[in-house]
């Protein structure tokens, strides 16, 4: 049971470079997030999905986007990486909160736009 | 003003200390509450999940929840370098859009040998 994975966990793009971070759930969890952390700001909901098929905006989603085909993958899609996107990604996944489990979170993608 | 506020720290003990880490809210609306502790470059990993008012015990760790003062806390007993992480605590509501988790900014604890 590996839980949530994420790929890769370093990258350095320059920037207007495109790139995708990979995310994927063995948990069978309907719901999925996106959250950068930054020094100072905590973590900060980019976009997320609560089910296969439907995605929607979080706080920060400007430069993103997602898709989700599957209930188990939720890729971001960096369209045109600047500097103000250097940051710790996570991927996250839960039940419904009602639920003890609260969320699962990945290990983290580092990801420096130069 | 953040919705969720906590004191960054960082917040050092000796070995054997008890441990304790609060956070102050604005949103009544909150109800689940979720301590999660974080390690150097690794993911965070959920600690303690409360709903409602109360407090919850789980071996070392306590917590607790004031929905009157919108003030949840977290206790460690006998502290171990091992706990020596950011701790941030996050929660929500029935009805947030995707289950969606506000976070404070987390609180680095060192516990010293």
């Known amino acids: 049971n590996a839980g949530v994975t994420q790929t890769p966990k370093f990258q350095v793009l320059k920037t207007g470079q495109s790139m995708t971070l990979q995310c994927a759930q063995d948990?069978?969890?309907?719901?999925m997030s996106w959250y950068r952390q930054d020094p100072g700001m905590g973590l900060r909901l980019i976009h997320y999905?609560?089910?296969?098929?439907?995605?929607d905006q979080g706080e920060v989603p400007n430069g993103y986007n997602v898709s989700r085909s599957t209930t188990e993958d939720f890729p971001l899609r960096l369209l045109s990486a600047a500097p103000s996107q250097t940051s710790v990604y996570f991927c996250?996944?839960?039940?419904?909160?009602?639920?003890?489990?609260?969320?699962?979170f990945g290990s983290g993608t580092r990801l420096t736009v130069v | 003003q953040k919705e969720v506020e906590q004191d960054p720290g960082p917040l050092s003990v000796p070995e054997g200390a008890i441990v304790s880490l609060n956070c102050t809210y604005s949103n009544s609306a909150f109800q689940y509450f979720m301590w999660y502790r974080q390690y150097s470059r690794k993911g965070p990993e959920l600690l303690m999940y409360t709903y409602s008012s109360g407090n919850k015990e789980d071996g070392r760790f306590t917590a607790q929840v004031d929905k009157s003062s919108k003030y949840i806390s977290l206790f460690i007993r006998d502290s171990q370098p091992s706990d020596s992480a950011t701790y941030l605590c996050a929660m929500s509501h029935a009805g947030a859009a995707g289950n969606k988790l506000t976070f404070g900014g987390g609180t680095r604890v060192l516990v010293k040998p």
């Open positions: 948990m069978n969890h309907e719901y």
């Open positions: 999905s609560v089910g296969a098929g439907i995605t």
């Open positions: 996250a996944s839960s039940q419904e909160l009602r639920y003890d489990y609260g969320y699962t």
